[in-house]
């Protein structure tokens, strides 16, 4: 167990519609990370907040967006979605103060667009 | 961010040792090497992280030489639950905290045989 909880496991949606996931980083971890995994694909990194601001953008379609709240969780919204957003949704966490730092992952949020 | 190239897979067979390197010519001087296994529908598992010389811990090592364009992880004595895939990070921990845009290359799918 990373420390890392995502919810929902797993979300069945219908195209053109939004769904928010939701992330609670390790106790104690500043900065939260969103990658997407589709189906046979490599971690694609989307977005990076630290202690509730945007630090790092990665691919992340202009239909999806981000926060980290002041309790630090973080929830990524998926809107106008489409078959090809199903996929494997992480989050990870990390410190993010000094050397070496060390990303943890949750187990992730299964989401299926039919 | 440098760029990494690791093999695209690798078969071994079980109780053998297994080496897997990765390229990363352009690291800069504050850039890490992490490496993280993932398994068919999982969060990526930290393995082991490492700046300079060897490290190891109680499921791998890794080894950088003195140029640090290279690191290789070593496995000792595979099993069956080895088979995963194997990322090799490189990241630049800023003054901003943390890693930013934390890319994940393709890694190396090992398969252990019985």
């Known amino acids: 167990d990373s420390g890392v909880t995502q919810t929902p496991k797993h979300l069945i949606t219908a195209t053109g519609q939004r769904v928010t996931l939701r992330c609670s980083p390790r106790?104690?971890?500043?900065?939260v990370y969103w990658y997407q995994q589709s189906l046979d694909q490599g971690l694609q990194f989307l977005i990076q907040y630290y202690n509730g601001e945007e630090r790092a953008k990665g691919n992340i379609l202009e239909r999806f967006s981000a926060q980290q709240f002041p309790d630090l969780h973080s929830e990524l919204n998926l809107s106008s979605l489409e078959l090809g957003d199903s996929a494997l949704y992480f989050c990870?966490?990390?410190?993010?103060?000094?050397?070496?730092?060390?990303?943890?992952f949750g187990e992730g949020s299964w989401l299926t667009v039919v | 961010l440098a760029k990494t190239t690791q093999p695209i897979s690798m078969d071994s067979y079980e109780g053998q040792e297994v080496n897997i390197t990765c390229s990363h010519n352009n690291i800069a001087t504050n850039d890490y090497i992490t490496w993280y296994q993932q398994f068919p529908s999982q969060g990526p598992r930290f393995i082991i992280q490492g700046y300079k010389t060897k490290v190891t811990n109680e499921v791998a090592s890794l080894f950088i030489p003195a140029d640090r364009k290279s690191s290789t992880l070593s496995l000792p004595r595979v099993s069956l639950s080895d088979t995963a895939v194997y990322y090799c990070?490189?990241?630049?921990?800023?003054?901003?905290?943390?890693?930013?845009?934390?890319?994940f290359g393709a890694g190396t799918r090992l398969a252990v045989h019985p």
């Open positions: 990070l490189v990241g630049d921990v800023g003054f901003s905290g943390g890693y930013n845009k934390l890319i």
């Open positions: 106790s104690g971890d500043l900065s």
């Open positions: 990870a966490s990390s410190v993010g103060q000094g050397e070496g730092n060390t990303i943890y």
